[in-house]
């Protein structure tokens, strides 16, 4: 059996993966990181492996904040990675949703909302990636669908330590830190 093909990204769904999910987030004071998720990114950004965020963000639809409160708490999350030295390679958000009561944001079956893969396999066109180099993490049966829709390996988080997850589920793919040969 040869070995898989070396880790080029992981895509991860955001509230409920990176984030704690609180309902709607959106405002950059109620952020509360899942534990282990901001040194997995770090860890990810130190082996030269992509974080690409595609997060279902239906209360924009519903008329509860704005895009640009996604975008706003976006950057908040980029500063606090920063701090680790961790990074997200492209932040991707569907905002649409057949129940929207913002007209310009009813849509009954949208391409980008999982669990279709719109926001996936425009990731893999941007960032020049091939779905079986890249793994998806998520919380939802949704997620993981949208990732085989997309011909990606899925991974279903049900919560814990993030960084302790993806060791275990990607053993030899999860990327050792730069300069000692170990997993970081």
């Given at each position: 059996m040869s070995d898989p093909a070396p880790l080029k990204a992981v895509f991860f769904d955001r509230d409920g993966v990176l984030n704690v999910d609180s309902g709607y987030l959106h405002d950059p004071a109620r952020l509360e990181w899942i534990p282990g998720a901001r040194e997995a990114i770090a860890a990810l950004?130190?082996?030269g492996v992509r974080s690409i965020v595609v997060t279902n963000q239906s209360g924009v639809a519903r008329g509860y904040y704005g895009e640009d409160a996604v975008h706003a708490l976006h950057a908040h999350m980029q500063g606090e990675l920063a701090v680790l030295g961790g990074a997200i390679a492209a932040f991707y958000h569907c905002p649409f949703h057949k129940d929207a009561v913002v007209e310009a944001y009813?849509?009954?079956d949208h391409?980008?909302?999982?669990?279709n893969p719109?926001?996936?396999l425009r990731g893999l066109a941007e960032q020049g990636l091939s779905a079986q180099d890249c793994v998806l993490v998520g919380d939802n049966d949704s997620d993981v669908e949208a990732a085989r829709r997309a011909g990606m390996q899925g991974f279903l988080f049900e919560g814990g330590d993030l960084l302790a997850f993806l060791r275990e589920r990607l053993g030899p793919r999860f990327?050792?830190?730069p300069g000692n040969g170990t997993a970081a």
């Open positions: 950004t130190a082996a009813r849509c009954d391409p980008d909302r999982k669990p719109g926001m996936i990327p050792p830190a």
